[in-house]
T-cell receptor, first 115, second 113 residues
Framework: SAVISQKPSRDICQRGTSLTIQCQVD?????MFWYRQQPGQSLTLIAT?????????ESGFVIDKFPISRPNLTFSTLTVSNMSPEDSSIYLC????????????FGSGTRLTVV | QQQVKQSPQSLIVQKGGISIINCAYE??????FPWYQQFPGKGPALLIA?????SEKKEGRFTISFNKSAKQFSLHIMDSQPGDSATYFC????????????FGEGTQLTVNP
C-alpha cells in the first residue's frame, strides 16, 4: 500500500492565523482526500483533492476556509484559514492507489490546536 | 453524506473473549465495506474489508460478517487481546467509482487483561 508522509504532525496556532498541512505520497495515486476528525469523533470528509483542478468540497466546507492544492499525483496541501478554536481537530490525508486492492490509506494526521 | 450507523459506542471485553461491533448502512450502491483500527495519535489503519459478493471474510482473528438483505455488517474479533484496545470504525464506499469513504461513528474497544 501507499506510504503517506503528513506534515506537521501537530501544531498550536493563534486564532486568526492560517496553517498549511502537507501530504506526500511515495507513489502516484488516483484519489486524494482530506478528512477532519474532531476530538473523540468519527472522520468527516472535507474535500476531494483533484489533480490539476479545483478540489471538490463536501457540504459545510468551503474553499475560502479550506483551500486545497494538488499540483501532481503524489502531493497535496490543505490550508486551514483564519483559524478559530472550533478548528481544533485532527486533519487526515487519505489516498486511493491506482490499484484499488489496498483500499484507502491514511496518513498519521495533523493534530491542530487553536488558542 | 450517506449514513453508516455503528454500535456500540464503547465495548469492554475480557482477554480471550469475542468482541463484536455492528454497522448498518443505507445506500445500496455501496460496494466496499472496510473496517479501520485507530490507536491514539495515529491515523486509521485498514484492518479488513469485504465486498457484497461474499457473506463472510476472515483474516486471522478478525472476521467480517455481511448481510446484504439487511444492509448490515459486523466485525468479530476472536480471542481479544489487550493490544486490540483501540477505536474501530466501519466505513462504506462505492469502490468502483473510487469515491470517498463514509464512516461510522466509531467504537472504543477496551480489552481487559
Amino acid at each position: 500500500s501507499a506510504v503517506i508522509s503528513q506534515k506537521p504532525s501537530r501544531d498550536i496556532c493563534q486564532r486568526g492565523t492560517s496553517l498549511t498541512i502537507q501530504c506526500q505520497v511515495d507513489s502516484q495515486v488516483t484519489m486524494m482526500f482530506w478528512y477532519r476528525q474532531q476530538p473523540g469523533q468519527s472522520l468527516t470528509l472535507i474535500a476531494t483533492a483533484n489533480q490539476g483542478s479545483e478540489a471538490t468540497y463536501e457540504s459545510g466546507f468551503v474553499i475560502d476556509k479550506f483551500p486545497i492544492s494538488r499540483p501532481n499525483l503524489t502531493f497535496s496541501t490543505l490550508t486551514v484559514s483564519n483559524m478559530s478554536p472550533e478548528d481544533s481537530s485532527i486533519y487526515l490525508c487519505s489516498v486511493v492507489g491506482t490499484a484499488f486492492n489496498y483500499g484507502y490509506t491514511f496518513g498519521s494526521g495533523t493534530r491542530l490546536t487553536v488558542v | 453524506q450517506q449514513q453508516v450507523k455503528q454500535s456500540p459506542q464503547s465495548l469492554i471485553v475480557q482477554k480471550g473473549g469475542i468482541s463484536i461491533i455492528n454497522c448498518a448502512y443505507e445506500n445500496t450502491a455501496f460496494d466496499y465495506f472496510p473496517w479501520y483500527q485507530q490507536f491514539p495519535g495515529k491515523g486509521p489503519a485498514l484492518l479488513i474489508a469485504i465486498r457484497p459478493d461474499v457473506s463472510e471474510k476472515k483474516e486471522g482473528r478478525f472476521t467480517i460478517s455481511f448481510n446484504k438483505s439487511a444492509k448490515q455488517f459486523s466485525l468479530h474479533i476472536m480471542d481479544s487481546q489487550p493490544g486490540d484496545s483501540a477505536t474501530y470504525f466501519c466505513a462504506a464506499s462505492k469502490e468502483t467509482s473510487g469515491s470517498r469513504l463514509t464512516f461510522g461513528e466509531g467504537t472504543q474497544l477496551t480489552v481487559n487483561p
